[in-house]
């Protein structure tokens, strides 16, 4: 399956909302009817930390300016006000078909 | 609360093996599958395939077949991905994160591979 994100690269000024696309080539969609697709953000030299699962729930710990929305196919991660600590790299995962794909990454950046 | 605490870097030759380790903790070791993903240097992550760590059963993407095996220490709560026959385009950070949800990752073992 693959996962098309984009952009690759977002600059922003802090305070700026911003969004992210995450498209998959084929439904995420289970069987169970839950659609697998998570959103995980990567600071440089860090572990990536999970932020959204099944599209739209967020982990505990997670503040609620972000937000995941969307179905089947077609996703979107978005923050209302970027804060500092949100710059970095985010990703999407596909976990519905094996094998698992995620998406090549957002560079959320300064302008 | 709920940690994944992985082993040290490693420096290896072309050839050799390799056995990194994934400790839980804070959560029932057996309730959760455990995934293993590669981050080559600069580069996005990579799924490499999981292990169902009730029933030690393995599943690996078809990139992550042959030199790599994934086994349990349940006893331990440890997860380990053993790479044989390392390759230069091994070079990469490993890390272990916690199914169903991906909730939990591990810090991550950076593995050289140079001659």
């Known amino acids: 399956v693959l996962v098309t994100q984009t952009p690759s690269s977002l600059p922003v000024s802090l305070g700026d909302q911003a969004s992210i696309s995450c498209k998959s080539s084929k439904s995420l969609v289970h069987n169970n009817g839950i659609t697998y697709l998570a959103w995980f953000l990567q600071k440089p030299g860090q572990l990536p930390q999970s932020l959204i699962h099944t599209v739209s729930n967020r982990f505990s710990g997670v503040p609620d300016r972000f937000s995941g929305s969307g179905s089947v196919s077609d996703f979107t991660l978005k923050i209302s006000r970027v804060e500092p600590e949100d710059l970095g790299v985010y990703y999407c995962l596909q976990y519905v078909h094996y094998p698992y794909t995620f998406g090549a990454g957002t560079k959320l950046e300064l302008k | ?115």
């Open chain 2, 1 to 115: 609360q709920i940690q994944l605490v992985q082993s040290g870097p490693e420096l290896k030759k072309p050839g050799e093996s390799v056995k990194i380790s994934c400790k839980a903790s804070g959560y029932t070791f057996t309730d959760y599958a455990m995934h293993w993903v590669k981050q080559a240097p600069g580069k996005g992550l990579k799924w490499m395939g999981w292990i169902n760590t009730y029933t030690g059963k393995p599943t690996y993407a078809d990139d992550f077949k042959g030199r790599f095996v994934f086994s349990l220490e349940a006893s331990a709560s440890t997860a380990n991905l053993q790479i044989s026959n390392l390759k230069n385009e091994d070079t990469a950070t490993y890390f272990c994160a916690r199914g169903l949800q991906w909730s939990h990752w591990g810090q991550g073992v950076m593995v050289t591979v140079s001659s």
